[in-house]
């Protein structure tokens, strides 16, 4: 079965701080990988994902994610975060019919 | 318009109470799942269905009972309320199972008094 864990439960940044959002999954085959932003309140939307090919995937609002197969990883970054980037960030891994999501990382970005 | 969505957007009851959560997409996408959110924010799937059929169906109490009329809505029964369900309630809708990206409600918060 798979799983996904996310490194840090609680960042916290102040605007222009570069960011980065550690995850790892573990499963045998192949996956694809995705990262949500839950803002306050609110559901839970699509950053980016990464199914094949260039394992640098560049998503919406500036952010980015790497893929690196040897670490089972995954990690989410930002070089300059916003006040308006504070929210819950979570990875999901799919394999086969299963769609995992990570315990997710909150966010809180100081102005 | 509003891909998923769910109703109520908020629901207060008291313990005991049978309630449903009503989900419908207009994506015409084929697999919906139900999903529960707790106070930490830790997301677990609670069911998913594809084609109207009951295809994950976690550890879930069986007070709890989701019902697909058809492939655009995935509503969610649940019998005699216990504190411990109150958390957000979200329902999402994909396209095949488990590799494609999914689209998610609004959520529903259930409080139970």
């Known amino acids: 079965a798979q799983s996904v864990s996310q490194h840090n439960h609680h960042v916290i940044l102040s605007e222009a701080a570069s960011l980065e959002l550690g995850c790892n999954y573990s499963y045998g085959g192949t996956v694809n990988l995705f990262w949500y932003v839950q803002y306050p309140g609110q559901h839970l939307q699509l950053l980016l994902k990464y199914f094949s090919g260039d394992p640098l995937v560049k998503g919406i609002k500036g952010f980015e994610a790497e893929f690196i197969k040897s670490k089972f990883s995954f990690n989410l970054r930002k070089p300059s975060v916003q006040w308006s980037d504070t929210a819950e960030y979570f990875c999901a891994v799919t394999g086969g019919q299963n769609f995992v999501f990570g315990p997710g990382t909150r966010l809180s970005v100081l102005p | ?113």
């Open chain 2, 1 to 113: 318009d509003t891909a998923v969505s769910q109703t109520p957007k908020y629901l207060v009851t008291q313990m005991g109470n049978d309630k449903s959560i009503k989900c419908e997409q207009n994506l015409g996408h084929d697999t919906m799942y139900w999903y529960k959110q707790d106070s930490k924010k830790f997301l677990k799937i609670m069911f998913s269905y594809n084609n109207k059929e009951l295809i994950i169906n976690e550890t879930v109490p069986n007070r709890f009972s989701p019902k697909s009329p058809d492939k655009a809505h995935l509503n969610l029964h649940i019998n005699s309320l216990e504190l411990g369900d109150s958390a957000v309630y979200f329902c999402a809708s994909s396209q095949g199972l488990g590799n494609q990206p999914q689209h998610f409600g609004d959520g529903t918060r259930l409080s139970i008094l």
